[in-house]
C-alpha cells in the first residue's frame, strides 16, 4: 500500500472532521435555522438517521423535518428572488411557516412567502394560503377578474368560499379576507359585489377517495426472496440479500433501486392494466371520516388517462406528481387514475401479535 503524501489530508479523516463540525454547531445552535437545516440533511445524507442525530444534538426527528423542508423552501425563493425584507424576516424564523408551502413550484413559494411576510401569518393560515394558491393553479382559464398573482389566488378562494355560504357572518368574513389578500381592482371589484348580491350557488360536493384499510394479518402477507430452484448450491443461498421490511407497509428493497409491496387480491387491483404504487399520505385527499393523518398507499392505473368527474388522478404538476379531482377538464396532463388508496392496518400491541399464544387466547 502506497502511503499518503506527507502533506495530503486523508479524506475519511476529512469528511470526519466536517460530520463533527456539525454535530458541534448543532449541539450549540450556532447559525441561523437555515443553517441548522442544512446541516441535517448533510448528516442525513452522510448516514445519520433521525434518531442519531436526535441523540448527538437534541433536535428531534419532528423538528428536523421541518427545519429540512423549511431550508429547501428558503433556499428555493432566495433563488426566485424574494424581497430582501422577506429572506431577512424569514433566515431568523418562521421554519414553520415555510414547510406548509413545500408543495408550491418555486415561483409559487416566493409569492406565497411574501404574502406570509406582508400580513403577518402563522403557519395554519400559511398552509391555507398554499392551498389556495396550488388549487388556483390549475384553472385552465383564470376566473373573471382575477390575475396569475398570488394575493389574486386567495382572493378568489373567499370568493368562493363566501358565494357558497348562506351563513351571514361567515360570507362577511370571507369577503373581509377576499378583500385583505386581492392584488388587482379587478379581483377586489368581484368581492365588493358579493356586499350586494347574496344569492347562494351551492357547492359540488367532492367525490369520497376510495379508501381501504388493512385489517387482518392475512391481508398484509409476508415477502420473502426467492432463492431458484433445485438443485442449488450453498453460495447461491448465501447470496441472496436479508430482506428489510418496511413499515407500516411492509415495503420490501433489493439491490438496486427497485422495491415492492404486496397488496391483497381485491379485485379492483387485479382489474387493473399497469397499476403502480406511491407512498403518499392522507392529508392529499379529503377526510370525510377525519380519521388522523397518516401514511397511505395510493395506486394508479397508468393506462387510464382520460378525464372524468367522478376519479381522483395523478397528474404533472409543474413537474412534480400531484393527485387531483377535477369537477371539469383541465390542461394538467392526467398520468393514471386512482384506483385504491390504502391506509396500514391498525395494531394496537405490535408485540402481541408475534405470540401466537397470545393470540389463542
Sequence with gaps: ????????PNPENTANDVVQELLRKLRQ????????GNAIASLQKAGYKPQDIFEETGFEPIQQNQVIVGA??????ETAKASAATLAHY????????YELRLLTQAERAEAAELTFTHKLDADEAREIAKAIKDFSRFRQLPEGFSHHAGDAV?????????????LQERSRLIAKGLRFAHTQTARKQIEQLLTDFSVVPQRPAPIPPFFRLDSEEELPRIIPV???????????????????????????FAGEQAWVALPGWQTLLGAEDPVAIIATSDRFPNPTQIQTGPVIVVVDR?????????????DNAGELDFQWFATETELTILGKVIVIVRP?????????????????
Design 303 to 315: 393506462s387510464h388517462r382520460q378525464w372524468n368527474d367522478l376519479s381522483y388522478f395523478v397528474v
Design 29 to 36: 445552535k450556532q447559525g441561523t435555522w437555515v443553517e441548522w
Design 91 to 98: 433566515t431568523t424564523r418562521g421554519s414553520d411557516v415555510l
Design 1 to 8: 500500500m502506497t502511503d499518503l503524501p506527507p502533506n495530503t
Design 155 to 167: 382572493a378568489y378562494q373567499a370568493w368562493k368560499l363566501a358565494r357558497q355560504n348562506n351563513d
Design 227 to 253: 432463492v431458484g430452484k433445485l438443485p442449488l448450491t450453498p453460495q447461491t443461498l448465501k447470496a441472496v440479500p436479508l430482506v428489510e421490511e418496511i413499515e407500516p407497509f411492509r415495503v420490501v428493497k
Design 345 to 361: 392496518r391498525k395494531i394496537l400491541d405490535e408485540e402481541v401479535t408475534k405470540d401466537s399464544w397470545q393470540i389463542d387466547e
Design 72 to 77: 429547501q423552501v428558503y433556499n428555493s425563493i
